[in-house]
């Protein structure tokens, strides 16, 4: 097992600017999900994918996107950065939807800050 | 609109007193509800309760859930410095199966 692997862990990004954070997912896992944990808060789910199909999505516009490979590593893509995206990305992967009955594995994140 | 609150949201003791963490919830599609513990980034799994007062142990650490109050509790006993972290609340549910999580307990253990 090779656990989830996140990068960059830290990004500083000028507001306006569009930027793409990446998740490799543990091995044998084929769902990734993404979760935004700003400062004191507990982490906020953003989607999820299953397969490379968006399987649920949270409260986020549309500026939020991602995308699932066919090796099941996975990229957030957020345009027209806002101050308030300034935060920590959680990926988090699981065997099968349902993930808690199958166990998540979280990455470390991608410590994003928005000037 | 989901949503999960927990308490205290932060809690400084010493050394050896035991603690309880609260968690209360509202998820539609409830599945099962877990307790991570998180120091740094990424969050540790602790618990995953799927039944009504079945006590789970691990340890010093025990959690319990109640299914018609809709509220969990996260218990610490002999409290250690090691202890000190962010304890998370997150029940599974929605379309996704997906966490919702709290704001979480700040717990700080001094010797």
């Known amino acids: 097992e090779t656990g989830v692997t996140q990068s960059p862990t830290h990004l500083i990004k000028t507001r306006g600017q569009q930027v793409t954070l990446r998740c490799s997912s543990q091995?044998?896992?084929?769902?990734v999900s993404w979760y935004q944990q700003a400062l004191g808060q507990g982490p906020q789910f953003i989607f999820q994918y299953y397969r490379e199909e968006e399987n649920g999505r949270g409260n986020f516009p549309p500026r939020f996107s991602g995308l699932q490979f066919p090796n099941y590593s996975s990229e957030l893509n957020v345009n027209a950065l806002e101050l308030d995206d300034s935060a920590l990305y959680l990926c988090?992967?699981?065997?099968?939807?349902?993930?808690?009955?199958?166990?998540?594995?979280f990455g470390s994140g991608t410590r994003l800050t928005v000037v | 609109e989901d949503k999960v609150v927990q308490s205290p949201l932060s809690l400084v003791v010493h050394e050896g007193d035991t603690v309880t963490l609260n968690c209360s919830y509202e998820?539609?599609?409830?599945?099962?509800l877990l307790w991570y513990k998180q120091e740094k980034k990424a969050p540790t799994f602790l618990f995953m309760l799927?039944?009504?007062?079945i006590e789970k142990k691990s340890g010093r650490l025990s959690s319990i859930l109640d299914k018609k109050e809709l509220f969990s509790i996260l218990n610490i006993t002999a409290t250690q410095t090691g202890d000190s972290a962010v304890y998370l609340c997150a029940p599974e549910g929605g379309s996704a199966r997906q966490l919702t999580f709290g704001s979480g307990t700040q717990l700080t253990v001094l010797p």
């Open positions: 998820v539609t599609n409830f599945r099962s």
């Open positions: 091995s044998g896992h084929n769902t």
């Open positions: 988090a992967s699981s065997p099968q939807t349902g993930g808690a009955h199958y166990g998540y594995t």
């Open positions: 799927t039944s009504s007062g």
